[in-house]
């Protein structure tokens, strides 16, 4: 099947793997396996790939892809779990993990996913294609429960009126698609705040995020990678909001930091010992090629650290 995503800082990515041609990889969002083949142009026959993806297009356009070469598995779950596959599998540590986080162009663009505001659909959201919709939480929670998801998932300013407008909204007709949530939302901000871009867009990446719960499987997995890795081996996590980035900022801060004595401490006592050294000090962000090549690349950052 199709699976269109183009990927973002796509060598940059491939580039901070530094792949092993006999190495053990990770691929825990295989997507439509473009950095997944990459990966497999830099292995020889004794290397080996693990392609992961919770979404079933994604894994039944890999599956499709690479099912002629016997160095690939494809696993249909969550990255979070990533230790029990490679567990189950017998692999004890591998030698690089990637994680390009957040939704795929294939989701985005394919309008019955309920992902986009531009597209009339089913309010749905959900990358795995089960569990609790966009349009159950919008017909189900109160409006403090829907203002709190907004607030803290979209860090929208006009949450509270949007909430309550859903509510008001619900009480005529549930609200079930992705036009009809939009024009509520439209009408409940100030005309002002229309002029900074289109007003659905944080609800929506809130109520994305919230459906997938994609804060707490991001630090799940941000662990449960680290914790696969051979010493040397390295993790390259691409994020594409402030709130995905923050969490690998400060994960990968927490794996890098050594003692963590107070400054007046004359010797440490504490022990600590610094886990993971940063590749790149600062994130790796698109070119300005890149950006005039794919616009949704304007917010994606890459960063990467190596396990000691």
Same mark, same amino acid.
């Given at each position: 099947?199709e699976f269109?995503?183009?990927p973002?800082?796509?060598? *940059?990515t491939?580039a ?6 006999d190495? $053990?990889y990770v691929?825990c ?7 997944s083949a990459?990966?497999?142009q =830099?292995?020889?026959? &004794? ?6 993806? /919770?979404?079933p297009? %994604?894994?039944?356009a890999?599956?499709?892809?690479f ?8 696993v249909?779950t969550r990255?979070s779990?990533?230790?029990e596959v490679?567990a189950e =599998?017998g692999v +004890?540590?591998?030698?690089?993990i990637?994680?390009?986080i957040?939704?795929?162009s294939?989701q985005?663009?394919?309008? *019955?996913r309920g992902?986009?505001?531009h #597209?009339d ?6 990358m795995?294609s089960?569990g ?5 939480l919008c017909n189900?929670?109160?409006?403090q ?6 607030t #803290?998932y979209?860090? *929208?300013?006009f @949450?509270?009126r949007?909430?309550?407008?859903i509510?008001a909204a /619900?009480e005529i #007709?549930p609200? +079930?698609?992705t @036009?009809?949530?939009? !024009?509520i939302?439209?009408g409940a901000v100030?005309?002002?705040?229309? /002029? %900074?871009?289109?007003p659905? &867009?944080k ?10 719960d *994609?804060l707490? !499987?991001?630090e799940?997995?941000?662990? %449960?990678a680290f914790e696969?890795l051979?010493p040397?081996?390295r993790l390259?996590v691409i +994020?594409?909001? @402030?709130l995905e980035?923050?969490?690998? #900022?400060?994960t990968?801060?927490g794996?890098c ?6 400054p007046e ?6 022990g600590?010992?610094p886990? %993971? &050294?940063?590749?790149? &000090?600062?994130? $790796?962000v698109?070119?300005?090629?890149e950006?005039? =090549?794919?616009?949704r690349?304007r917010s994606s ?5 190596? =396990?000691?």
């Amino acid at each position: 099947m199709e699976f269109n995503h183009i990927p973002v800082l796509f060598e *940059e990515t491939i580039a901070s793997l530094d792949v092993r041609p006999d190495g $053990i990889y990770v691929d825990c969002t295989a997507g439509g396996g473009n950095h997944s083949a990459a990966i497999l142009q =830099r292995l020889d026959e &004794r290397g080996r790939l693990i392609c992961l993806d /919770r979404d079933p297009d %994604a894994i039944r356009a890999v599956t499709e892809r690479f099912a002629p070469d016997s160095r690939v598995t494809v696993v249909h779950t969550r990255f979070s779990l990533v230790g029990e596959v490679l567990a189950e =599998r017998g692999v +004890t540590a591998v030698d690089g993990i990637l994680m390009d986080i957040g939704v795929s162009s294939h989701q985005v663009d394919t309008a *019955e996913r309920g992902f986009s505001f531009h #597209k009339d659909a089913p309010l749905d959201m959900r990358m795995s294609s089960e569990g609790v919709t966009a349009a159950e939480l919008c017909n189900t929670l109160t409006w403090q429960q829907l203002a709190e998801i907004f607030t #803290k998932y979209g860090e *929208e300013k006009f @949450s509270a009126r949007i909430a309550r407008a859903i509510c008001a909204a /619900r009480e005529i #007709k549930p609200v +079930t698609t992705t @036009s009809g949530l939009a !024009e509520i939302i439209s009408g409940a901000v100030p005309a002002a705040a229309k /002029r %900074a871009g289109h007003p659905a &867009r944080k609800v929506f990446q809130a109520l994305r995020i919230a459906v997938n719960d *994609e804060l707490g !499987e991001l630090e799940r997995g941000l662990q %449960a990678a680290f914790e696969s890795l051979r010493p040397e081996g390295r993790l390259s996590v691409i +994020t594409f909001h @402030s709130l995905e980035d923050r969490i690998v #900022k400060q994960t990968m801060a927490g794996w890098c930091q050594g003692c963590t004595c107070p400054p007046e401490f004359p010797v440490c006592v504490c022990g600590n010992q610094p886990k %993971a &050294r940063l590749l790149h &000090r600062k994130p $790796i962000v698109p070119s300005a090629e890149e950006l005039e =090549r794919n616009p949704r690349s304007r917010s994606s950052k890459l960063r990467t650290c190596i =396990r000691l």
